[in-house]
C-alpha cells in the first residue's frame, strides 16, 4: 500500500529510535502488527532491549542538556515545522491509523489533524509560559516566579488514539523545553514508526542533535522499564484504571511525577426538556464511535422516563442504519475492534448484563457471517436497558455497548451520572437553563469535562483534558496544562546593601 511506503514502513522496522538514529534489537525480537479489518500482516518492528533503552535514556539526557537552554520561541519554531510536515503526511497517516487500529479513516485523519492542532497551540505557549511578580515584605527586594523543563517527559500511549494523545504530550513538553521518549501501544507500533519517521525529517532539516524526541517499542517490561527509571522525572500514562494505579504507585515511590489519563465511564443526562434529535445524535456517535473504543465514549445514557420510549426508539432506527465494515472505506461509519479479546470482552459484559437482569434490545453479536468482514474484529454495537447499580453498569467495558436508564427527576439523575468510580467526560442535553447550570454547577457532574448540548466524546485541544476520581486526575493538551511538563521556582533578588529577614525577625551577630 502506498501510505506505508510514504511513511517509510517497510517488511521489519526499527522500534527503537533517538531521533537521527534508528536501530534493531540484536536478538531479533519483533512485534508483529496484524490489521484488525481482516487479520492480514502489515509489517513488525523490533522491540528494545534494555541495552538500546539505557542508550536512548543517555542519549535523551545529553540532549535535554542543549534543548533546555534553546530560546523557548526557537523550541516552539521547531514544533512549527512538525506541524507543517504532519500536513504533508496527514492523509497517509490518517490511513494508517484506520488501517492499524481500526477507526474509521474520517477519525483518523481527525486524530492526526489533533496533532497538528497542538502543535499550533504549541507554538504559541512557546511564547507565553507566564511566571508571576509578587510583592515582598522587605524593602528593595524583589519576588517572582518561574517556570524551568524538568528533564526527560516519559509518555505511555494506548492503542485507540496512537498518535494524537502522544503529540499532546510532546509538543508541549518540547517547547517547554523537555525532551521525550514515547512508548507506544504494543497493539499498534507502526504508528509510532511513522510519526517517529515524520519527525526525524524535521530534526534533520534544523541540524537538531539525536535525543529531543525518542521512541521505544515494547510490552509491559518496557513501560515498567520507564517507570521505574528515577532519570524520567514524569511519566505521562494513557491506559486501563489498573495499569494506571501501578504506575501511580512505582512512580510515586521514587517521588517522581505522573499524569494519568486512565478509564471513563461516561454518561449523558437527557431531560425532558432537551432537542431530543441533538441528543440523541451525539449519543450514537459517543457510543459507536470508534466501535466503543475511546476513554470519552459515552456508555450510559440516563433519561427522564417521560420520553424514555421516544429516545429508545429513535436510537434503534439510527443504530439499524450504522455501516459496519472496512474502516478504508468512505462509506463505513463503524470498523472493527482492535484484537479477539476485545470481542470477547465485549461478549461476556453482555452475559452479566443478562445475568444481573437488564435487556439486550439490539446488537451485540459478532459479525463473521458477511464474507467482507472475513477475518476481521467486527461487532455489532449494542443497546441494553439496564440499572446503574449493575455491577457490570459500574465498570467501563472497552467496547460499543451502551446502557439506557430510566430517572423521574434531576437529583436521581445527577446521583446516578456521579455514581460510578470513573469521572472523565460528562454530558447533559437541555434547553432548560436552570438545569444546565445545575449540572455545571458543584453539586452536578463530577467529572473533569463537563458539556450542555454537547456528547461526551470529541474534545478540543483548546481545553485541558483530563478526569477526576479514578479517572486519575491528569491534565493534558490545552489551558495551563503545559505546567505539569516544568518545575515551578520562586526567585527573590535584595538590591539593597541591607540584609532584612522576612516575617520581621532580627538576628544580630
Known sequence: MDFLKNLGIEGTNPGTSTGQKSWSAEQGKTLTSSTPTDGSHIADTTQTTREDYDKVVETAQKAFKEWRMTPAPKRGEIVRQIGLKLREYKDDLGKLVAYEMGKIYQEGLGEVQ???????????????LYGKTMQSERP????????????????????????????????????????????GSEKTPLCGVAVQNIIAEVLKENDLPEGIFNLITGGREVGEWMTEDDRIPLISATGSIRMGKQVAQTVGARLGKTILELGGNNAIIISENADIEMAVRATAFGSVGTCGQRCTSTRRLIVHESIFDQVKNRLLE???????????DEDTLVGPMIDHQAVENMQKALEEIEQAGGEIIYGGEPIDDDAKLDGGHYVRPAIAIAENDFDIVQEETFAPILYLIKYSNLDDAIAMHNGVKQGLSSSMFTLNMREAETFLSSRGSDCGIANINV????????????????TGGGRESGSDAWKAYMRRQTNTINWSDELPLAQGIEFDM
Request: proline residues 3%; glycine residues 12%.
Open 318 to 328: 439510527i443504530y439499524e442504519d450504522v455501516n459496519i465494515g472496512n474502516p478504508l
Open 140 to 183: 528593595n527586594h524583589r519576588m517572582y516566579e518561574q517556570w524551568h523543563p524538568l528533564g526527560i517527559c516519559g509518555v505511555i500511549s494506548a492503542f485507540n488514539f496512537p498518535v494524537a494523545v502522544y503529540s499532546w504530550n510532546a509538543m508541549i513538553a518540547a517547547v517547554c523545553g523537555d525532551v521525550v521518549i514515547w512508548k
Open 455 to 470: 456528547g461526551t466524546s470529541g474534545a478540543e485541544i483548546g481545553g485541558a483534558f483530563g478526569g477526576e476520581k479514578e
Open 114 to 128: 489533533e496533532m497538528i492542532d497542538i502543535c499550533d497551540f504549541a507554538v504559541g505557549q512557546s511564547r507565553q
